[in-house]
């Protein structure tokens, strides 16, 4: 039998997946378009009697793909991400880049990877691409979703402020800050910027249970996103009225515990913020090449979940979380909007003491998008913050990517807007 040649060894290995000993994609593209990669065989039957029609099966190539994914581009992002689990001491990691404009994937790097060639040698599991397979506790980078449904539903404006004790109590639970903070009059600002949960618990709470369920469900959470990769998970998120949904959740969903999420859904869901509220479905092939025809892939629209002017609104206080608090996640010469996670890890009912998922989500330049990324790092040991480890970690990646990918600075862009108005006068 012919053998599948992988040219560029593991690069981008859970995202083409495999193919085993009787060439049948097991993982990855491979998997999910076994039919049309592998073709047919030719084939004829013979029939004994005269009365009976002969049936031929005439060969079919196998089609070509054309992905989003360029293979420089691929390579920066699978490079910084073993960078970062070595420099952070991670256990594991996933980066994920997407255009939110389209859904278009134009990066996904998960750490550690596996030799297709050898693919038997792995684990079950390992073979399983972790950025639509694996779930987590997505931590902090959901307050911005949280705060969306708030803006969107009228129940806070941008200017709106609310009483900060230090703790709220819901369904006999408390909650408090991460950094046990009481800071007593808070504004929206301020929530993102120093990522307070009694703030995010407390304007889910005046969003009101089933609006916020509403929107996080148009988000696209509980949910899988459809992507053209095989074993995608679909997430966990209870809802009220379910079995183990309690009045406690809608706090601690409001901050990213208590539910589970994909970083490949988490990075849709951001994605729409930067894309006037619509939320694309994510892809990986752009063209199917087969007997001379091409199939090119449109981009399409799962949900709007937001008003484009809640959206603007989200991004401007992601940007001024950046400008803050976030100096480490600053791209020089570009406007970034984003959030940082720092989420706790459940181990057998309890959360692990120590052990956190470090994430930062982002996306420029911040007023025209053209890409968004999720950096995920599990278990890093060197310091347990999203803010001092993914956040660096999407600076020096985002560096490299606006120069790949041929997105303009600011000032660069901004005076060549300001140039095609004169012509047009």
Known sequence: LPRRIYPQGNLMCHVLGYTDFDNIGGTGLEGYYQGELAGEAASARINISPLTEQQNV????????????????????????????SEFRAQSGTIIVMDPRTGAILAMANYPCFDPYRFY??????????????????????????????????AVTPQSTYYDPGYIELGGYKMYNSDRSAPGTTTMSTLIARSLNVGAATIAVWTGTDSFYSYFERFGFGRRTGIDLSAEAAGQMSLPGGELWTEADIGTNSFGQGMAVTPLQMISAISALANDGYLMQPYIVQEIHQNGQVLAHEPMVLSRP???ETAHQVTALAVNAINTELWRAQVEGYTVAGKTGTAQIPENGIYHPTDT????????????????????????????????????TFASLAEELVVLLDIPPDAIRLRADIMAVREDQ
């Open 58 to 85: 005439i060969a079919r190539e196998g089609a070509d793909l054309v992905l989003t994914i360029d293979r420089s581009v691929q390579q920066v992002v699978e490079d910084h991400l073993v960078r970062a689990i």
């Open 121 to 154: 040698d792995a684990d079950e599991r390992e073979l399983l691409n972790p950025a639509v397979s694996r779930q987590y506790e997505p931590g902090s980078v959901m307050k911005l979703i949280t705060i969306a449904t708030a803006l969107d539903s009228g």
């Open 306 to 308: 937001i008003q484009p």
């Open 357 to 392: 998922i470090a994430s930062f989500v982002g996306w420029l330049p911040a007023d025209s998008p053209e890409i968004a990324v999720l950096i995920k790092l599990d278990r890093p040991t060197v310091s347990p913050w999203g803010s001092e480890t993914a956040a660096p």
